[in-house]
């Protein structure tokens, strides 16, 4: 509850249309006592994602990240605006970019006087999974849009809003209370076999969604419904951890591999790059639904049917898929720790490096270089110290792309330490 509570104050700031629909949404979960977030469930092992990607909005304000850089297009004028830009490539693509900004940032910190804000390895995680998630909340639904869409699918020779004549199917202002874009989805794709059977038999042909259809929809049948008698959308903002386990017991992992080298009937998920808006990723699963249909039934697996959140984490869980890191390569690594001369402050048991390495720590097997997340950590909260180190030799800063972490933690996980 006083999860809800902060969330509740978060809330209060600026924020976009599609934002508070997102955080609303969680939010009356939270106070209806349907709390969804938060989960017990383990994370997957390489890489621990956190169970409500949203909360990192709260280290973003307990940071002061917000300090200098807004959200949602509100200029503070310091720091650029990071709700407007487009997050993508895996954790430490986004570790890199933060690296890179290290020296700039730090500039502006030393003039305002900031103290360098610490993470844990956890909280580094946290903080970019947040950025990174920036794009899952999608633009707010235009309702003149999603008539288009209602009339141009074929829905409204089934169903009416609000009353009208088609009832094949049911009035759709019955979701007044549910009506949000994934909900929507769900149920679509719960009646997606008598629905595409009685299409085929009225002769109209199968809805294919667009990205913003979904959103469009959604605001069309809101609008349409007008306000219910508790207006409540039951929508978390999708849990990833629990869309992995969903994976696997909704059959999805007997076609689709995640991650990279395929899969057995059904195309492996982590290549489309689904890191898109999570209506559209409900979208995109939806437009396939004939071709996989037609594969579940060859291959006698059941029609998957999803309740409550299960289609929202489902959905989290593929919009993360292209955020996991593959294996770096050691060889490389040894290269980038002295190509980029961290080998002039740093040791990790070079036999080349008698003599250097006396400035910083011992880096390879310890805590700092564990993990993806731990090593972002660690450079993050050195980094004030690291700069004025290597500035004052006179040296550039070491900039760094996500390869090169990926092949620097290969490198300093992989040499014994001493
Ligand atoms: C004292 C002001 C200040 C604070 C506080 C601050 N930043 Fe920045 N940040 C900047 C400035 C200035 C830049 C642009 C630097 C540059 O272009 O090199 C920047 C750049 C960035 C970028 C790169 C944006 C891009 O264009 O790619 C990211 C990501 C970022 N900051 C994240 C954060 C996070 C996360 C925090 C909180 C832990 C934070 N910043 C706190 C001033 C700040
Ligand atoms: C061929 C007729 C037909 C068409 C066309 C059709 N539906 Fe349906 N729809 C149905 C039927 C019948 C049901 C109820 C199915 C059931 O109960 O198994 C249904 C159920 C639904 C539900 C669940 C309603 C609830 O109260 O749970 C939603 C949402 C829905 N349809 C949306 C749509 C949308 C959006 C479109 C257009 C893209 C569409 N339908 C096109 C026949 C149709
Ligand atoms: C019986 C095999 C099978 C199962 C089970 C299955 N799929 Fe699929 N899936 C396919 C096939 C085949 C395609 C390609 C269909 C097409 O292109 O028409 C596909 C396509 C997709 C796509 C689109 C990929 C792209 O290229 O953009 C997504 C997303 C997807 N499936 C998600 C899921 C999820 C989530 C589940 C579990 C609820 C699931 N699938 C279960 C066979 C399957
Ligand atoms: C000019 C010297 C210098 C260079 C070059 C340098 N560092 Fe550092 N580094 C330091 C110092 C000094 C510390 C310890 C800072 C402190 O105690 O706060 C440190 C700390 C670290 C830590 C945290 C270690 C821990 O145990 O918490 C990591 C990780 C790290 N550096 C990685 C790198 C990488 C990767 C490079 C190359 C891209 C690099 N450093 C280049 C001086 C340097």
């Not at 307990?62 to 949602?72: I, K, Q």
């Not at 994976?247 to 007997?254: A, L, P, Q, Y």
């Not at 919009?319 to 080998?343: I, K």
Request: net charge negative; glycine share 14%.
């Amino acid at each position: 509850m006083a999860f809800a509570a902060r969330i509740a104050t978060a809330c209060g700031r600026q924020l976009a249309r599609g934002w508070k629909f997102w955080l609303r949404a969680g939010q009356t979960l939270a106070l209806s006592g349907l709390v969804l977030f938060g989960g017990t469930v383990a994370a997957a092992e390489s890489l621990p994602l956190p169970d409500n990607p949203l909360e990192g909005r709260l280290l973003f304000e307990s940071r002061g990240c917000d300090g200098c850089h807004g959200l949602t297009g509100d200029k503070l004028g310091i720091g650029p605006s990071l709700g407007e830009q487009h997050f993508s490539g895996t954790f430490l693509d986004l570790g890199a970019a933060l690296w890179n900004h290290v020296p700039g940032m730090s500039v502006t910190f030393e003039v305002t006087g900031l103290a360098w804000p610490q993470l844990t390895k956890e909280e580094a995680m946290d903080l970019i999974a947040f950025l990174y998630f920036i794009d899952y909340l999608g633009r707010p639904g235009v309702a003149a849009d999603g008539e288009t869409v209602f009339v141009s699918q074929g829905c409204s020779s089934c169903h009416s809003i609000g009353g009208g004549e088609a009832n094949v199917g049911p009035d759709l202002a019955e979701l007044r209370n549910f009506a949000s874009p994934l909900f929507i989805a769900q149920q679509i794709w719960n009646h997606g076999p008598s629905m595409l059977e009685g299409m085929r038999r009225m002769g109209i042909a199968p809805p294919s969604f667009a990205e913003g259809d979904l959103a469009d929809l959604s605001a069309f049948v809101r609008q349409q419904a007008g306000p219910g008698p508790r207006e409540r959308t039951l929508l978390a903002p999708g849990n990833p951890n629990l869309g992995g386990e969903l994976f696997v017991s909704k059959g999805c992992s007997r076609c689709h591999g995640t991650d990279g080298h395929g899969g057995s009937g059904g195309p492996d998920l982590r290549l489309p790059n689904l890191q898109k808006p999570a209506e559209a990723i409900a979208s995109t699963m939806w437009n396939h639904a004939l071709g996989m249909r037609s594969t579940m039934q060859e291959k006698g697996i059941g029609w998957p049917e999803f309740r409550e959140s299960e289609l929202a984490d489902l959905v989290a869980f593929l919009y993360f898929l292209p955020f996991e890191d593959p294996v770096g390569d050691p060889q490389q690594g040894a290269s980038v720790f002295r190509d980029r001369s961290c080998d002039h402050c740093h040791r990790a048991d070079l036999p080349t490096q008698d003599g250097a390495g006396s400035a910083g720590p011992e880096l390879s097997g310890t805590a700092a270089t564990a993990s993806e997340s731990s090593m972002v950590a660690a450079m993050w909260n050195h980094a004030p110290i690291m700069k004025k180190a290597i500035l004052g030799e006179g040296r550039p800063w070491p900039e760094l792309t996500g390869q090169n972490l990926r092949d620097l933690r290969a490198f300093l996980s992989s040499q014994s330490g001493r």
